[in-house]
Nanobody, 123 residues
Framework: QVQLVESGGGLVQAGGSLRLSCAASGRTSSSYAISWFRQAPGKEREFVATIRWSSGNTDYADFVKGRFTISRDNAKNTVYLQMNSLKPEDTAVYTC????????????????WGKGTLVTVSS
């Protein structure tokens, strides 16, 4: 199994920044990539960003391109999501998930999930 623990959420004003962390432990060798998803109240879960452990290659949802940056520290088994220029519509629970294969942008492609961290952006 892979255990994932998120941290770094909180309350921030619009235009501000937050950095989320996702610390992985357990059988991390079985993890091909880490993806971030978010779910706002009353909305479906949506893909935010993903990074592959080995290559560091990344992909982003269109609505975060240019504002969010995903990175990883392989030595610490940790993935980061730097979020800049935050907007009230970014308010959501952000959850990281481990992907065993190449389906990185859909929840069905994940096999382990963290519990999530709440990000609230005030206007």
């Amino acid at each position: 199994q892979v255990q994932l623990v998120e941290s770094g959420g909180g309350l921030v004003q619009a235009g501000g920044s937050l950095r989320l962390s996702c610390a992985a432990s357990g059988r991390t060798s079985s993890s091909y990539a880490i993806s971030w998803f978010r779910q706002a109240p009353g909305k479906e879960r949506e893909f935010v960003a993903t990074i592959r452990w080995s290559s560091g290659n990344t992909d982003y949802a269109d609505f975060v391109k240019g504002r969010f940056t995903i990175s990883r520290d392989n030595a610490k088994n940790t993935v980061y999501l730097q979020m800049n220029s935050l907007k009230p519509e970014d308010t959501a629970v952000y959850t990281c998930a481990s992907a065993p294969g190449v389906r990185l942008t859909i929840p069905g492609g994940m096999n382990y999930w963290g519990k999530g961290t709440l990000v609230t952006v005030s206007s």
